[in-house]
């Protein structure tokens, strides 16, 4: 098993360029999580998807769209880049969304925009 | 107001040191609480989670929620250089959305 895959790992942009984030779960989980992690404000949610075909905003949506392809897979699309996105992005999957059901952390991607 | 506060240290202890991270919370819906330790460059991992008020342990680590004071805690015994990582605490009312703390940075000296 490979856990929660994320490609790619490592993204330099220029502001207004487009770039889609993939995520890849092999774990057969409901629901995956985008999340953006930045210094002296932690992990912050962006948009999860519950199950297959449903998608909700978190915390921090503006600028982010997402889709949720297939149970395994759910990408993170920035149409626009501005610096304001550099961050470290992980993605996230558990099942049924259970609390109390741990969520697997992929090895997250780095974006800079500049 | 943040949802969740977290003092982001760095923390440096000898080895063997008892470790004490906590984080208070604003919102009473909260049910679920979470720890989590991210090594550098690296997602983080689910070290413990509680359900309610109340301890639970596992080896050399417990987890205390105090639902009547917002406040929950992580402890961490006979601490090793390995445990050296950033803790962070995470909470959700329902499972759907969690909220995290910013992080404790740890470091184990030898």
């Known amino acids: 098993n490979a856990g929660v895959t994320q490609t790619p790992k490592f993204q330099v942009l220029k502001t207004g360029q487009s770039m889609t984030l993939q995520c890849a779960q092999d774990?057969?989980?409901?629901?995956m999580y985008w999340y953006r992690q930045d210094p002296g404000m932690g992990l912050r949610l962006i948009y999860y998807?519950?199950?297959?075909?449903?998608?909700d905003k978190g915390e921090v949506p503006n600028g982010y769209n997402v889709s949720r392809l297939n149970k395994r897979e759910f990408s993170l699309r920035l149409e626009s880049a501005a610096p304001s996105q550099t961050s470290v992005y992980f993605c996230?999957?558990?099942?049924?969304?259970?609390?109390?059901?741990?969520?697997?952390f992929g090895p997250g991607t780095r974006l800079t925009v500049l | 107001q943040k949802e969740v506060e977290q003092d982001p240290g760095p923390l440096s202890v000898p080895e063997g040191a008892i470790v004490s991270l906590n984080c208070t919370y604003s919102?009473?819906?909260?049910?679920?609480f979470m720890w989590y330790r991210q090594y550098s460059r690296k997602g983080p991992e689910l070290l413990m989670y509680?359900?309610?008020?109340g301890n639970k342990e596992d080896g050399r680590f417990t987890a205390q929620v105090d639902k009547s004071s917002k406040y929950i805690s992580l402890f961490i015994r006979d601490s090793q250089p390995s445990d050296s990582a950033t803790y962070l605490c995470?909470?959700?009312?329902?499972?759907?959305?969690?909220?995290f703390g910013t992080g404790t940075s740890l470091t184990v000296i030898p």
């Open positions: 998807s519950a199950s297959e075909g449903t998608t």
């Open positions: 774990m057969n989980h409901n629901s």
């Open positions: 509680t359900y309610s008020s």
């Open positions: 996230a999957s558990n099942t049924l969304g259970l609390a109390a059901d741990t969520q697997y």
């Open positions: 995470a909470m959700t009312p329902t499972g759907n959305q969690f909220y």
């Open positions: 919102n009473s819906a909260f049910q679920y």
